[in-house]
């Protein structure tokens, strides 16, 4: 796989496994002074996933072999690095990216920086760009483009092998209000997510209209058919 696209609800571990992904490509991807670039809608946003990264490579023996800056980490023997970036696409035409994680993708703008990060790694043997989101609102942009092309691969409408897509929400006819149909779509249920949350969030849609559609993006089953 060159490209992986991870569209699940909040508090399923995303940001773990982004931060995880972020270090093996750093590490142990068998890259000749790889660079990994974290990118979100701003620096700080792309900083909680290094936040995560920072916190592993601290509680484990990678802390006296890797130096660690304000959002960057750097492995002083093969140069390897993984850097938070910001969103303006200004500066960025020089990277050689080997791995880019971008974190809640649906809330994307830059169609320039997107262009940037994902063309500028035609020397690389083997790069691979990973995006993760929660669900997003807004059908006119870029994300919301790229949902639509993953989703027809993930249903064979469209081929590319190299492009890895998951999507975990509810099929079309579950009901939003069963308990079955939330665990459906959080493959974190009784661990990262917790039942009792979920279940006060859903008793307040029983009252209020508005937190019924904020509950079903979020919370609940994820919009049924997709994630907008």
């Known amino acids: 796989y060159r490209e992986c696209d991870l569209w699940v609800p909040r508090k399923n571990g ?5 931060a995880g992904l972020a270090l093996y490509l750093m590490l142990a991807d068998r890259e000749p002074a ?3 670039y974290g990118a979100a809608n701003d620096r700080e946003q792309a900083k909680l996933v290094f936040k995560d990264a920072k916190e592993m490579v601290s509680r484990s023996e990678l802390v006296d072999e890797i130096n660690i800056f304000k959002s960057s980490m750097v492995h002083p023997d093969t140069l390897s690095s993984y850097q938070a970036l910001s969103s303006e696409a200004a500066n960025k035409d020089g990277l050689n990216p080997s791995g880019l994680v971008w974190d809640e ?7 320039d920086l997107y262009d940037k990060l994902t063309t500028g790694s035609d020397a690389r043997r083997q790069p691979l760009f990973l995006f993760l989101s929660t669900a997003g609102s807004n059908r006119m942009g870029m994300a919301y483009r790229r ?5 027809d691969v993930l249903t064979r409408k469209r081929k590319n092998p190299e492009w890895l897509v998951i999507i975990c929400q509810a ?4 009901d939003w209000k069963k308990e079955s149909t939330w665990k459906k779509a ?3 249920w009784g661990v990262s997510v917790k039942p ?5 969030a859903f008793r307040k849609t029983l009252v209020d209209p508005v937190e019924e ?12 058919v997709s994630h907008y």
């Not at 993708?105 to 169609?111: D, I």
């Not at 949902?147 to 989703?151: C, E, G, I, N, V």
């Open 186 to 188: 959080n493959p974190g």
């Open 196 to 200: 009792d949350k979920v279940r006060a």
């Open 14 to 18: 995303k940001t773990g496994l982004a």
């Open 34 to 36: 790889a660079e990994v």
């Open 147 to 151: 949902f639509k092309a993953a989703r």
């Open 171 to 174: 099929g079309e006819k579950d």
């Open 213 to 224: 559609a904020a509950f079903r993006r979020k919370d609940g089953e994820r919009h049924r």
């Open 105 to 111: 993708f649906h809330e994307a703008k830059s169609q």
